[in-house]
């Protein structure tokens, strides 16, 4: 997803308590700096500040990070040469979004999955009509011909 200034996350929607993938392919990418770091904070006050070096590859410089708890996810961008790309002093700004209860309750139910439960009667019964209708298809065409032969037990 395109957000601003050459900024790509791989998710639709930034969630606290997830990783997501950055790429970057701004002013540094098209200068053809060497090196960039990500500077990066959570909330209005950039709480739990963290700077990781960026990989270059062909996509742009690139990076994993752990979105933590917070109302928002602040960052900005230093080349070696310490220059900013802080989005003309006002920061790359994006709002998190908490983990929705539906989601929890999907895993819950997830973690359930693998216990046994019995089986529907539906679906026992579909099982028997099908193995009905398949013994009618294969044996009664048989039985009209006259090619179907009962086995005999020999008993000497």
Request: hydrophobic fraction near 35%; charged fraction near 30%; aromatic fraction near 12%.
């Amino acid at each position: 997803m395109e957000l601003t200034k050459n900024i790509f996350f791989n998710t639709d929607k930034l969630i606290e308590n997830s990783k997501v993938k950055i790429s970057y392919t701004g002013k540094f990418y098209q200068e053809k700096c060497e090196k960039v770091i990500i500077h990066y904070g959570f909330g209005d006050q950039w709480e739990n500040v963290h700077d990781i070096e960026m990989e270059n590859t062909e996509l742009g410089f690139q990076t994993e990070i752990d979105l933590l708890e917070g109302k928002t996810f602040n960052f900005c961008f230093k080349n070696e040469k310490d220059e900013w790309d802080n989005n003309n002093g006002k920061n790359y700004v994006f709002p998190l979004e908490k983990i929705s209860q539906e989601l929890i309750s999907l895993e819950d139910e997830a973690k359930q999955l693998g216990a046994a439960r019995p089986l529907r009667r539906s679906y026992l019964w579909s099982k028997k009509i099908k193995l009905a209708v398949y013994k009618i298809i294969t044996y009664l065409p048989k039985i009209i011909s006259g090619n179907y032969k009962k086995k005999v037990n020999n008993e000497n």
